[in-house]
Structure formats: C-alpha cells, structure tokens
C-alpha cells in the first residue's frame, strides 16, 4: 500500500518531493475532498481515490496530501464535495471531474465532451485530467530573456495553429500547426524584420466552445493558466508539448525575436450559469468568479457577471485568484522563458470583488511591481466588454497599450472620410492627446490597423460589409462598424483599376502603422494579403479562412516586398538620443512643421483629407505627404538647409513595384510635389558629409 502522508499548503499544485509527491489545493466552503489517480488520461475510471481527511489533509483552507512512489507523468484530478447553493454562489459538485487550478500540464482524452461537465452525473471519462510535470530537467542551453526595449520593436501578431497549418506551409504534416511548425517559418519571419511574435492564447482552453459543427479556434477560453495548449503539440503527451514549448521559445531566441503571450485573465471555459464545471466552479465558484448579486431577487448570487462578454468574470481582485494570476505570470517568465504579455480586456482586472472599477487595482499593482516581471513587456488591452473604457487612462507606469484611437481614426483618415485630417495627426505621433498629460513615452502607444478582432488589412479594402454566415449565428456575431472600404466593388474582383486601389491603400496603412511614432503592431498575414473572406469574427474557423496561404508570398510579392523594405527602412532610423524622453520632450525635439498644400499652412478643416508635414533632425529632413483625397494634389515643398541633399523619394504609394519604395531617387522640381490620389509619399534629405556614413 501506498503511504499517504499529510502533505504541506505550499507549493500549490502537484510538486515533486524525495518519496513522491505533494498535492495541495484551496477550497474555503468544501466539507471533503478526493484525489483521483489514474494510469492514463482516457482511463473511465480512477486507479485509486485517495479520500483527505479534514483533521489530517486540511490547513485553513488549504488541502493537502503526500503520495509517495507517484512520479513525472501521474494522471490525475480532484473531487470536491460541498453545498449546491447557487442562489449562495456555491457550485460544488462531487460527480464533476476537477482539474488543478495550479497543474503544469493538461492531458485530455479522446472521449473529452464539453456538455458532459454541464450534466448531471458522472464526467470522469469525458473530462481534461491534470499531471505531474518535472520542470527542472530541460535543458535551457544557456538562453535568457533578450529584454529588447519597445522602441526597437515590431510586433507580429499571429495564431500558432494557423501559421502553419496550410498545407502550402510547406511543414511536414506532423509538424503543421504547432509550436514546432512555428520554429521552421524563424527564417521567415526574420527576413520580414519583426523582432516579437504575440501569439494568440496558448494556455490549455476549450475547442468545443463555439456553435456546432464548429472549433473554438482563437482560443480566448482557458481551462488552465499554467498548462501549455496541446493542441499546438506534435503529440498528445502533456509533457512532450511542455518541451516543445520551450524548444520554440528557445529557437526564436537564437534567433533574436521575443515571444510574448496574449494572456486571459478575465474569463474562463466555464462560462455562465449554464456552462459546465471544469476547475473553478467546483473549487470555490464564489472566490474565482465576480457573481451578480441581484438585489430584485434577494441579493441572488447564481448568476455570473459578464464583464468579459463570455459568461463569466474572472474575479482577479480576489486574494486567491490574485496569487494564481500573479503565480501564472511568473511561471511562464522564470520557467517557460517567455518576454511579455498583452492582456486581454485588461480592464477587467482594474473590477473590485464586487465588479466595480477602482483607482488602484490589488492586481495590477501586484503585476506592477513584481521584480520576476520587471523586464518583461506588458501590454494591455485597456477596456472591457461592459463599456469600462481606459485607454490613455490605464493604470501604472510599466504597462502599455493597444491604441484602438489609432486603429479606427487611421482607418477613417485612409478611406477619406471627412473631419479626420486633424486627428490622423495625433495619432501619427502617438497620440500626444491621449498620452501627453501622463508624461510618457511614445511607446506607450501599441499602434494597429488591424488585429485578429475584425476584417484582415486585405479585407479591410475589400469588404463594407461583414460576412459571418459560416460562424452559424445567423451572421449577428461581429463589429458592423468596420470603417471599411471596398473601393467601389464588393468582394474579390478581376477589375484591375479597384485591385491596383486596393493594393495602394493597402500600402497607405502599412506605411503609416510602420513609420508612425510609437510601437507598430501587424497581423500575421496582412503582408501578403490574406483574406478571412469578409468574417470579421473568425474565431471558430479552423480551417482556410484562418490558415495562413503561403501561396499568396508570391501571388502578392509586391505587397510582401513593400512590408518588408518599409521595416528595414524603420530599423535603420537614428534612435532617438534620449529613449527615456517623455512623447510631449520627443514631439518638441523634433522640429515638427506642418503644412497643408502651401507650406505652414496645414489645413485642419472637416472637408480636409490631406496632411504634410516635416521633421527636421540636424542630420536628417523627413517630409511625409499623406493625400487621402480622390484626386491628385500638388503639394509645396519645403528647401532643404545648406549642407543638405535636394529631396529624395523614398515612398510613393501609388507608383508600382520596385518605384513605390526604396532607396531616395531625385525629385525633380523640387518646389512642388504632385501627389496622386489616396497616396503617400515620403521624402528625405540628408546633410551632406552624412551620407557616406
């Protein structure tokens, strides 16, 4: 027989000890507790039920066991006993299946079934099972965090399983959508010149989440904090795809790109009160979760708050969930190596216990000071599905942020609405409006035109309208306001007038997320053009409408060569001489002069739809002309100061390939400039004893 020992409250979670293993677990209202061991994840039924005795196994709140002789790769899971009260917030269920808040890895079985944990009765064979993971054997080979500051940085947003898992990847099949797959595109992604990868949720989630017939896909749904998805393994071993996890880490660290998490911290799998008991609910549904307490009914707590807009909230104000987030976020830095986070729906966690926002947020301010995540990048989605609204406004010093201000004022600024001249402006030099009373840097500012949430930059020019019908929700789901042009066609087209319009616009989005002050955020595939075919909710289809077409890397070389020259163009850029400046001391060191079609004389008017302007450095002039109007413009131009060349073109987004951008090329009559229409157009000139350097 087995000994079984008292065990101890900490560390929480399965932690290996000289005669076998320490399991511990918080549970505040259960009255008994079980763990489950099994011989395999699809095993129907346990191996051993080791009951904890209250008296022996239970500290406060805290259940504990030693099990000795259990070693790496146990199978196993919890049952939690205790009040079914809903209208007291209590969820306990002992029939259900419970995974360890805490597990380190995530094994799931072939028979796993999302409605089985939303059922009465017995889920064993159906449910994800935890198991123990021995961290300290792999082999880091030396790596450490690259701690690359954000203004050195291009960020590349992308899904690991669409990355590769189109069959004209090129990636051998057993390789195609994982972490593994992701290691063979390195090359790729260097020539491109992006130095951080932001990966779409990698923690173990839900793929039964989504309408029938369908796959949760994005994976904004997780099941565990601390356990790497598997799906995204080459194997169904939880512990293979622990390494392979790090094997990927460490391959884009060889190759100096960072990688960071997109992390959810504000809901979970388990959805509303109809949604089914994987982990939290069972363990202590009223500390994990922010409850409606009604008080037309009696302060009735069996309801969940949806500040998240996915059933749940996750309650991260909350001493318990507080030190799991906190504990999360150290794991994946010390232990899994990764160098940042963007958080989704952030905001979510500036929510007291009782879903109400506060000055200074527990959590926050715990992720704010930690000095395990004091060099990693925090970047935060800074508002919430309720109307919680804070960019500009979030809190701390450490963190920055998605500018969705950037986002929807270039698109309208590109597709020439009117009233928009003056606050494309703004969001160019990173928003000063937004940023400028906090003293910070022009960093702060994460921009984007697009991301996964909405149209792709291709679909943006192609689509007015969104086209949700394949997510079978009767096409409801999904932003209608897209401030979207389909430049006079709608959908795909063979006229070559609106594809050479599309493929100009295209190149007026990137030139200006790129070359804008600030971070620069791209989508993975908007280089070559990769289209979600108008679904601007593509979060249940794993299939073509997600995966990446490595097909389109030639069929759409002009726009791919473009990206990638306009990166290069940006990393040659002089660093600024002081990185600590604040965007209001970089706005004024930079001699900003701003023009309309005559010089000084910029037009802030509601019909105008063109900007101009110069920055002049004292070794380099930069003048940018952005003619968003349908017709050509002729622009005045600036004389460059003794010692300097005459204007060089750099960028002209309506020339073809290679004269749309490259090295300068003499403009001549350099008085005027005629743009042409919905253009842009860079110019350069620089000193004169310079130029060789």
Same mark, same amino acid.
């Given at each position: 027989?087995?000994? $079984?020992?008292?065990?101890? /409250?900490?560390?929480?979670?399965? &932690?290996?000890?000289?005669?076998?293993?320490?399991?511990?677990?918080? &549970?505040?209202?259960?009255?008994?507790?079980?763990?489950?061991?099994?011989?395999?994840?699809?095993?129907?039924?346990?191996?051993?039920?080791?009951?904890?005795?209250?008296?022996?196994?239970?500290?406060?709140?805290?259940?504990?066991?030693?099990?000795?002789?259990?070693?790496?790769?146990?199978?196993?899971?919890?049952?939690?006993?205790?009040?079914?009260?809903?209208?007291?917030?209590?969820?306990?269920?002992?029939?259900?299946?419970?995974?360890?808040?805490?597990?380190?890895?995530?094994?799931?079985?072939?028979?796993?079934?999302?409605?089985?944990?939303?059922?009465?009765?017995?889920?064993?064979?159906?449910?994800?099972?935890?198991?123990?993971?021995?961290?300290?054997?792999?082999?880091?080979?030396?790596?450490?965090?690259?701690?690359?500051?954000?203004?050195?940085? $291009?960020?590349?947003?992308?899904?690991?399983?669409?990355? /590769?898992?189109?069959?004209?990847?090129?990636? #051998?099949?057993?390789?195609?959508?994982?972490?593994?797959?992701?290691?063979?595109?390195?090359?790729?992604?260097?020539?491109?010149?992006?130095?951080?990868?932001?990966?779409?949720?990698?923690?173990?989630?839900?793929?039964?989440?989504?309408?029938?017939?369908?796959?949760?896909?994005?994976?904004?749904?997780?099941?565990?904090?601390?356990?790497?998805?598997?799906?995204?393994? /080459?194997?169904?071993?939880?512990?293979?795809?622990?390494?392979?996890?790090?094997?990927?880490?460490?391959?884009?660290?060889?190759?100096?790109?960072?990688?960071?998490?997109?992390?959810?911290?504000?809901?979970?799998?388990?959805?509303?009160?109809?949604?089914?008991?994987?982990?939290?609910?069972?363990?202590?549904?009223?500390?994990?979760?922010?409850?409606?307490?009604?008080?037309?009914?009696?302060?009735?707590?069996?309801?969940?708050?949806?500040?998240?807009?996915?059933?749940? /909230?996750?309650?991260?104000?909350?001493?318990?969930?507080?030190?799991? $987030?906190?504990?999360?976020?150290?794991?994946?830095?010390?232990?899994?190596?990764?160098?940042?986070?963007?958080?989704?729906?952030?905001?979510?966690?500036?929510?007291?216990?009782?879903?109400?926002?506060?000055?200074?947020?527990?959590?926050?301010?715990? $992720? #704010?000071?930690?000095?395990?995540?004091?060099?990693?990048?925090?970047?935060?989605?800074?508002?919430?599905?309720?109307?919680?609204?804070?960019?500009?406004?979030?809190?701390?010093?450490?963190?920055?942020?998605?500018?969705?201000?950037?986002?929807?004022?270039?698109?309208?600024?590109?597709?020439?609405?009117?009233?928009?001249?003056?606050?494309?402006?703004?969001?160019?030099?990173?928003?000063?409006?937004?940023?400028?009373?906090?003293?910070?840097?022009?960093?702060?500012?994460?921009?984007?035109?697009?991301?996964?949430?909405?149209?792709?930059?291709?679909?943006?020019?192609?689509?007015?309208?969104?086209?949700?019908?394949?997510?079978?929700?009767?096409?409801?789901?999904?932003?209608?306001?897209?401030?979207?042009?389909?430049?006079?066609?709608?959908?795909?087209?063979?006229?070559?007038?609106?594809?050479?319009?599309?493929?100009?616009?295209?190149?007026?989005?990137?030139?200006?997320?790129?070359?804008?002050?600030?971070?620069?955020?791209?989508?993975?595939?908007? #280089?070559?053009?990769?289209?979600?075919?108008?679904?601007?909710?593509?979060?249940?289809?794993?299939?073509?409408?997600?995966?990446?077409?490595?097909?389109?890397?030639?069929?759409?070389?002009?726009?791919?060569?473009?990206?990638?020259?306009?990166?290069?163009?940006?990393?040659?850029?002089?660093?600024?001489?002081?990185?600590?400046?604040?965007?209001?001391?970089?706005?004024?060191?930079?001699?900003?002069?701003?023009?309309?079609?005559?010089?000084?004389?910029?037009?802030?008017?509601?019909?105008?739809?063109?900007?101009?302007?110069?920055?002049?450095?004292?070794?380099?002039?930069?003048?940018?002309?952005?003619?968003?109007?349908?017709?050509? +413009?002729?622009?005045?131009?600036?004389?460059?100061?003794?010692?300097?060349?005459?204007?060089?073109? +750099?960028?002209?987004?309506?020339?073809? &390939?290679?004269?749309?951008?490259?090295?300068?090329?003499?403009?001549?009559?350099?008085?005027?400039?005629?743009?042409?229409?919905?253009?842009?157009?860079?110019?350069?000139?620089?000193?004169?004893?310079?130029?060789?350097?």
């Amino acid at each position: 027989m087995t000994s $079984i020992l008292p065990g101890k /409250t900490y560390p929480l979670g399965a &932690s290996l000890t000289p005669a076998g293993c320490n399991f511990s677990v918080h &549970s505040k209202s259960c009255h008994s507790m079980e763990l489950l061991l099994f011989d395999d994840v699809d095993d129907a039924a346990p191996a051993r039920v080791i009951p904890l005795d209250p008296k022996r196994h239970r500290t406060f709140h805290y259940w504990h066991v030693e099990v000795a002789d259990v070693r790496v790769g146990q199978v196993y899971a919890f049952r939690a006993h205790g009040p079914y009260l809903p209208e007291h917030g209590l969820r306990f269920d002992g029939q259900k299946l419970l995974l360890d808040p805490y597990g380190r890895a995530v094994g799931v079985p072939e028979a796993f079934d999302r409605q089985a944990g939303s059922c009465a009765g017995d889920n064993t064979p159906f449910a994800m099972k935890s198991v123990v993971a021995d961290l300290s054997t792999y082999d880091w080979e030396g790596d450490l965090p690259l701690y690359r500051p954000f203004n050195k940085t $291009i960020i590349y947003e992308m899904h690991v399983g669409g990355f /590769t898992k189109h069959p004209s990847s090129g990636v #051998e099949p057993s390789k195609r959508g994982t972490y593994l797959g992701l290691i063979e595109k390195i090359p790729y992604l260097k020539e491109l010149g992006v130095t951080a990868i932001e990966l779409l949720p990698t923690f173990q989630f839900d793929p039964q989440e989504a309408p029938p017939g369908l796959t949760n896909y994005w994976g904004y749904n997780p099941v565990s904090f601390f356990a790497p998805h598997i799906g995204y393994g /080459t194997t169904n071993d939880p512990l293979k795809v622990l390494d392979e996890f790090r094997d990927m880490v460490k391959a884009f660290h060889r190759a100096d790109i960072e990688v960071l998490l997109d992390v959810v911290y504000n809901h979970t799998a388990e959805g509303d009160a109809s949604g089914p008991t994987f982990c939290f609910k069972g363990f202590e549904n009223s500390a994990y979760y922010i409850l409606d307490k009604n008080p037309l009914a009696g302060h009735d707590r069996s309801r969940y708050a949806n500040f998240s807009g996915c059933g749940n /909230t996750l309650n991260g104000n909350h001493a318990i969930v507080r030190r799991m $987030i906190l504990s999360s976020l150290r794991y994946w830095v010390e232990e899994m190596h990764v160098d940042g986070f963007r958080f989704d729906l952030a905001s979510v966690l500036s929510r007291d216990t009782n879903g109400q926002p506060q000055a200074d947020p527990p959590i926050l301010w715990d $992720i #704010e000071t930690d000095p395990v995540l004091s060099g990693t990048k925090l970047i935060a989605e800074a508002w919430d599905a309720a109307g919680l609204y804070q960019v500009g406004n979030f809190f701390g010093d450490h963190w920055k942020e998605w500018n969705g201000h950037f986002r929807d004022d270039v698109r309208s600024f590109v597709k020439g609405d009117e009233g928009h001249a003056g606050t494309f402006t703004k969001r160019f030099l990173a928003s000063p409006d937004i940023y400028g009373h906090r003293n910070r840097e022009p960093e702060q500012s994460i921009n984007f035109v697009t991301s996964h949430d909405g149209f792709t930059m291709n679909d943006l020019v192609t689509y007015s309208q969104k086209y949700n019908d394949a997510n079978n929700e009767g096409n409801r789901d999904g932003h209608n306001e897209n401030l979207s042009w389909n430049c006079g066609i709608e959908g795909p087209t063979k006229d070559a007038t609106v594809e050479r319009l599309r493929i100009k616009q295209i190149k007026n989005f990137f030139s200006i997320n790129v070359l804008a002050f600030g971070v620069p955020m791209l989508l993975m595939g908007d #280089e070559v053009r990769r289209t979600q075919n108008g679904n601007n909710n593509a979060y249940c289809q794993d299939n073509e409408t997600n995966w990446f077409d490595w097909s389109l890397l030639e069929k759409n070389a002009e726009v791919h060569r473009f990206v990638k020259t306009l990166i290069e163009y940006r990393n040659r850029l002089p660093e600024r001489t002081d990185p600590d400046a604040s965007l209001n001391e970089v706005i004024s060191r930079s001699r900003v002069r701003w023009h309309g079609t005559q010089l000084d004389r910029p037009d802030w008017g509601n019909s105008s739809r063109s900007v101009a302007f110069t920055i002049e450095t004292n070794e380099k002039w930069f003048h940018l002309i952005f003619n968003k109007y349908w017709e050509a +413009i002729e622009f005045e131009l600036p004389s460059p100061p003794d010692g300097f060349q005459g204007w060089q073109r +750099i960028i002209d987004t309506d020339r073809p &390939s290679p004269d749309d951008i490259g090295e300068g090329r003499p403009i001549k009559h350099a008085s005027k400039c005629a743009v042409s229409d919905r253009s842009t157009v860079l110019l350069t000139s620089t000193k004169l004893d310079t130029q060789s350097r």
